[in-house]
């Protein structure tokens, strides 16, 4: 009777399912794709925090998943427009659950009112960070590092005018360094601006769209060149997916769904899966 008791434990532990793993992505519209189809991509395959029907980047690394034969509950909370300080303030009953995975993503110039200036930026992910770890002691958080505004590079004042494409890019990923080295709550920050900035450099991306885009090129940002393209939200989906994952973002190929529904050429699918997977094994 005892053996077929643990034989039938045994059975009962073989046929449940593993859970799924959980992750969720704090951010604004450069997490929920705003001004492009990404942001109305598979809202139901995601769930939206804020009830506001966005996929997103997050549908994106969902749909990844997939076909990656990877189970997550993806999960998102976005406020246009709003830096991790407000996410905080404001969207503590969202946010403050047990995870497994947080992405947090930033104002697009660390802070609003001092531009390129990381202490309110830090500040606000490693309060968030130890929200989170107060739910869960083993969640991962990770810091998302944005990609150089082209209008800020190109037109408008800004510490980043007439610097050049990478330059931008560089203090965003120097302010996320910062958040880490003061946050032993924050596992590290995914490279999603260098990853950007590699295309412009490896020629499959155009650095300068105020002057036409090159043939064979690509423009990551959209018609604001402020906000990213389908193609550029799709890089920095794939980045963060492999970032979390380990999954190498090539193995998912010309064929990839994601990139399919929005109509991207499979070369460049697979060019941009091959610039992502350069940037996080760099």
């Not at 029907?53 to 749909?63: D, M, S």
């Not at 993806?74 to 995870?99: C, M, S």
């Not at 001092?114 to 770890?133: E, S, T, Y």
């Not at 906000?227 to 190498?248: K, M, N, P, Q, W």
């Amino acid at each position: 009777m005892r053996i077929g008791i643990i034989v039938a434990a045994l059975g009962a532990l073989i046929a449940t399912p593993a859970a799924a793993e959980t992750i969720l992505f704090v951010g604004n519209s450069f997490t929920f794709g705003a001004n492009s189809p990404v942001m109305r991509y598979r809202p139901d395959a995601v769930t939206d925090l804020n009830r506001e029907g966005i996929g997103g980047v997050p549908a994106l690394f969902k749909t990844f998943a997939e076909q990656a034969k990877l189970d997550w509950k993806v999960n998102l909370e976005t406020v246009p427009g709003k830096d991790l300080a407000y996410h905080f303030e404001h969207k503590q009953r969202q946010i403050d659950r047990r995870w497994d995975v947080v992405i947090l993503q930033g104002y697009s110039t660390l802070d609003p009112e001092k531009p390129g200036d990381p202490m309110r930026h830090a500040g606000a992910a490693a309060q968030l960070a130890a929200m989170v770890k107060r739910a869960n002691s083993k969640v991962r958080v990770e810091l998302v590092t944005t990609w150089s505004r082209a209008d800020l590079t190109y037109r408008h004042p800004s510490p980043w005018r007439g610097q050049g494409y990478a330059a931008m890019a560089e203090t965003l990923a120097a302010g996320n360094a910062l958040a880490v080295r003061a946050s032993s709550d924050i596992a590290g920050a995914i490279p999603v601006g260098q990853a950007w900035t590699r295309a412009m450099r490896d020629r499959i991306a155009d650095p300068n769209p105020y002057d036409g885009i090159a043939f064979g090129q690509v423009d990551l940002w959209t018609w604001d060149q402020y906000h990213a393209s389908a193609a550029g939200y799709y890089l920095e989906a794939l980045t963060i997916f492999g970032r979390v994952t380990g999954v190498d973002v090539r193995t998912l190929g010309r064929n990839e769904r994601a990139g399919r529904d929005l109509g991207l050429e499979p070369q460049l699918m697979e060019r941009l899966q091959a610039v992502a997977q350069a940037e996080l094994t760099a």
